[in-house]
């Protein structure tokens, strides 16, 4: 058994101040926006300095806090050996969750932050960072908006739901399936958005913002501090199987417990 702190709360505390470290780059960031270099790490898909510099300071101050943990990060500095995932203190990091919306200015992104401890999420934290609204969770202690309890909403009407979702952006892989889901549930449902931010999608499911969330293609440090919070607030979290959804690269549907059934079948059904 690992000799690191391995208890929800402190690990908590840990992620918090690492979050707050991150955001601290994201907003300096955001007053020279127009002079960032992006750099493409695949077709569509950007990086800038903001999102390596943030990762950089985020997991400085996580090893000095939790020294030997693992890291499993979005752009540069992964130390994870999968041999090694079974046991110990991983951090699952993204710096800058919805790096697109931040180079153009559009309000939704955030720092995403969990920690796992032998291979089990412990702790949540995504930090809305324009809005300055931090949604926080631990296993078996709840899940948390700027300090207040908070709970997946109880609509069970499909057309009084609001349902987010993510669109593919990388060549345009899978665009038909989006199209098949999406023409299923738009005609069915209150709508649907595309935010463009996987944690704060999964933090608005917790919260009651929205219904329900699915994306057919995500990364762990999308996902990781999102799920446990979504699903310490009640909502079901799942792949698009139906099995409980795994920090990895997976497909997600999250849900309040009344509307994940539902829709995990029009999702799935072929046509």
Same mark, same amino acid.
């Given at each position: %058994?690992?000799?690191?702190?391995t208890t929800p709360?402190?690990?908590?505390?840990?992620?918090?101040?690492?979050a707050?470290a991150?955001?601290?780059?994201?907003?300096?960031?955001?007053?020279?926006?127009g002079?960032l270099?992006?750099?493409?790490k695949?077709?569509?898909d950007?990086?800038?300095?903001?999102?390596?510099?943030?990762?950089?300071?985020?997991?400085?101050l996580?090893?000095?806090?939790?020294?030997?943990?693992?890291i499993?990060?979005?752009?540069?500095?992964?130390t994870?050996d999968?041999?090694?995932?079974?046991?110990?203190?991983t951090?699952?990091?993204?710096?800058?969750?919805?790096?697109?919306?931040?180079?153009?200015?559009?309000?939704e992104?955030?720092?995403?932050?969990?920690?796992?401890v032998?291979?089990?999420l412990a702790?949540?934290?995504?930090?809305?960072?324009?809005?300055d609204?931090?949604?926080t969770?631990t296993?078996?202690?709840?899940?948390?908006?700027?300090?207040?309890?908070?709970?997946?909403?109880?609509i069970?009407?499909?057309d009084?739901?609001?349902?987010?979702t993510?669109f593919?952006?990388?060549?345009?892989?899978?665009?038909?399936r989006y199209?098949?889901? %999406?023409?299923?549930? %738009?005609t069915?449902?209150?709508g649907?958005?595309?935010?463009g931010?996987?944690?704060?999608?999964?933090?608005?499911?917790a919260c009651?913002?929205?219904?329900g969330?699915?994306?057919?293609?995500?990364?762990p440090?999308?996902? @990781?501090?999102?799920?446990?919070?979504?699903?310490?607030?009640?909502?079901?979290?799942?792949?698009?199987?139906?099995?409980?959804?795994?920090? @990895?690269?997976?497909?997600?549907?999250?849900?309040?417990?009344?509307?994940?059934g539902?829709?995990?079948?029009?999702?799935?059904?072929?046509?």
């Open positions: %058994m690992t000799s690191q702190p709360d402190v690990l908590l505390d840990a992620l918090r101040d690492a707050a991150g955001a601290e780059v994201i907003r300096d960031g955001e007053r020279r926006r002079s270099v992006w750099r493409e695949a077709a569509t950007f990086v800038s300095e903001v999102d390596t510099t943030a990762e950089a300071r985020i997991i400085a996580l090893l000095e806090r939790v020294p030997g943990a693992a499993l990060a979005e752009e540069t500095a992964s994870l999968p041999a090694r995932r079974a046991t110990g203190i951090f699952v990091i993204d710096p800058l969750d919805g790096t697109t919306n931040f180079l153009h200015g559009v309000p992104y955030a720092v995403s932050i969990a920690a796992l032998d291979d089990a702790a949540g934290v995504v930090l809305h960072v324009p809005r609204e931090w949604f969770a296993t078996g202690g709840g899940a948390f908006r700027d300090g207040a309890p908070i709970r997946a909403s109880e069970d009407a499909p009084r739901a609001l349902i987010a993510g593919p952006y990388k060549g345009g892989h899978d665009v038909d199209l098949g889901q %999406m023409r299923r549930l %738009m069915h449902t209150a649907l958005r595309r935010p931010s996987a944690s704060l999608d999964l933090a608005g499911v009651g913002r929205f219904d969330f699915w994306e057919n293609v995500l990364a440090w999308d996902i @990781a501090a999102g799920i446990l919070i979504a699903r310490e607030a009640g909502a079901v979290v799942t792949d698009l199987d139906g099995s409980p959804c795994p920090v @990895a690269h997976t497909s997600v549907l999250a849900a309040n417990p009344r509307m994940h539902w829709l995990l079948e029009r999702l799935t059904v072929d046509g």
